[in-house]
């Protein structure tokens, strides 16, 4: 290539390097010691929204409330080149030297989460099982979520179905408890519970 085309074409280069890590510098630290003052579920539930931020980021969304984090990275439109500048993203914001086949090993949002809750080993003590870091992932969609009153009252069913499940398992594959206080609990009454539970009341 001639000098002149050269000297042209060497700014772009290194604005493509620094992709990837654009507005994630000198987070790490920051980064892990928000989570060290927060409990297990709370870690996974700011992983989550990190995650999520920094999908919504490489793939063109103005904000993460546009992504069904239930999907995986491939359903959500993620290619090779942006799974690559998540990883350098995610690189920077954590500290961590993580692979190009990031995506691949960890296909959701979810999984992903687990993944750097673990390799940032900030949960101390016996790792939550998967189902809080799946609740911490829910409590991260339900704040980001517009909920009109049809959908509030669609989670509040499937929520209340859910609690009479946990109670049914409870009994050891005995009769479930009396669950008509659940027939009875009104949408904003199981909205509140749900808050009171994770402390966000």
């Keep these: 290539m001639p000098p002149l085309l050269r000297s042209l074409a060497r700014p772009a280069a290194r604005r493509a390097a620094d992709a990837g890590t654009e507005a994630a510098t000198g987070a ?42 239930g999907r995986g990275f491939l359903d959500l439109g993620m290619s090779s080149l942006t799974a690559v500048e998540l990883r350098n993203r995610l690189n920077a914001e954590t500290g961590l030297s993580l692979p190009t086949t990031l995506i691949f090993d960890h296909p ?75 027939d009875t609990t009104t949408d904003d009454e199981m909205f509140d519970l749900i808050d009171n539970e994770l402390g966000l009341a």
């Design 28 to 69: 790490p630290s920051d980064l892990r010691e928000r989570l060290a003052a927060l409990s297990g579920p709370q870690q996974q539930a700011l992983l989550h929204r990190t995650v999520l931020g920094h999908v919504a980021a490489v793939l063109g969304h103005a904000s993460a409330a546009s992504l069904d984090a």
């Design 108 to 182: 959701d949002p979810a999984a992903l989460v687990r993944h750097l809750h673990t390799q940032l080993g900030t949960g101390g003590g016996t790792p939550d099982q998967p189902v809080f870091a799946e609740l911490a992932a829910l409590e991260a969609a339900v704040g980001g979520a517009a909920l009109d009153e049809q959908d509030r009252a669609r989670l509040a069913q499937r929520l209340k179905a859910l609690r009479w499940k946990l109670d049914a398992t409870s009994q050891d594959g005995g009769e479930p408890e009396d669950d008509s206080d659940l």
